[in-house]
């Protein structure tokens, strides 16, 4: 059923009521106007068994609410907080599955909008993949310089870079060998310094450009791209 069509059926059924209500309510003061004149001008001693059976009704319907009231507060009392009606058997056949359907949609959305680790970037961190752990862009730019060391020493262990030997120096060292073009060491020593010294985190494209200039130096020390 459409929403139109659900809200005309709900003003038709609340017209109804209200009218059964009305005339319901009319009926009881006309018979009781009826009981009440006909006691009053016959025979005035009916008043007392008129007002007490009024009063014994009054009293009876008061109780008989309270009971319900009581009733119904206990049975609500005795239902656990965890417990919600969402099995077949708790609920009507469309109830149920207006809230299963709607539970599974929920589900749906609540997955589809959950981020997942590959399409999540942290600043400074590669995205983590199925099969590999993010990579801290600052820390293999680091590294880096150990490879080129291994790379160098296997062509010469006189280019085995000495303990205290800055990056820059040892660079400058493999260019002044023609081992390394200059133009390749000037832009990696730029990229490595703003890592090391930098104030802000390596970024993933900065990192790729890194690669980049990385692989270039390697092939001209001879090692794998």
Known sequence: MSLGGRVLARLRDITVLSLFLALTGCC?????WDVFWRAFTKDKRSLFTFGGSVALLGVCAFFIILSRVISGKTA????????????????????YWLVNTELSRVSSVAMEAKPLPET????????TSATSEPIYFQSAVLETVDI???????????????PGMTVKRYI????????VDATVARFY?????????????TTESEYADFL???????????GPV
């Open 28 to 32: 009881l003061i006309l018979c009781s």
């Open 76 to 95: 609500l009392a005795d239902i656990p907080k965890v417990f919600v009606p969402i099995n077949q058997s708790d609920l009507p056949k469309p109830v």
């Open 120 to 127: 999540v970037a942290i600043t400074g961190w590669g995205r």
């Open 148 to 162: 080129i060391n291994q790379k160098a020493s296997q062509l010469s262990p006189s280019l085995t870079r000495r």
């Open 172 to 179: 400058d060292t493999l260019v002044g060998q023609s081992l």
């Open 189 to 201: 020593l730029e990229l490595y310094e703003k890592a090391q010294y930098g104030r802000e985190e």
């Open 212 to 222: 980049k200039v990385f692989a270039l130096l390697l092939k001209n020390l001879g």
